[in-house]
């Protein structure tokens, strides 16, 4: 089994230039994206919508913040 990393870009649509370019690791068998939360103020103003727990690769149990940037949710 090999690696798979691509480069990539991560951007806050409504503000364009605030984007965080970088090489990632791919996991093919993810079904969301977690962002290391020092990119959170790099991103613009982002409003945190809850806390959830999620499971890593190696079975630990961290906690993460569900971002988005519109108040409406």
Do not use: F, H
């Amino acid at each position: 089994m090999g690696r798979i990393v691509t480069s990539l870009t991560v951007a806050n649509a409504v503000e364009p230039d605030r984007e965080i370019r970088c090489d990632a690791l791919v996991d093919t068998g993810t079904t969301g994206l977690l962002l290391p939360m020092a990119w959170k103020d790099r991103l613009g103003s982002l409003t945190s919508i809850r806390t959830v727990e999620m499971e890593t690769a190696d079975q630990r149990v961290v906690l993460g913040e569900v971002l988005c940037r519109s108040r409406q949710y």
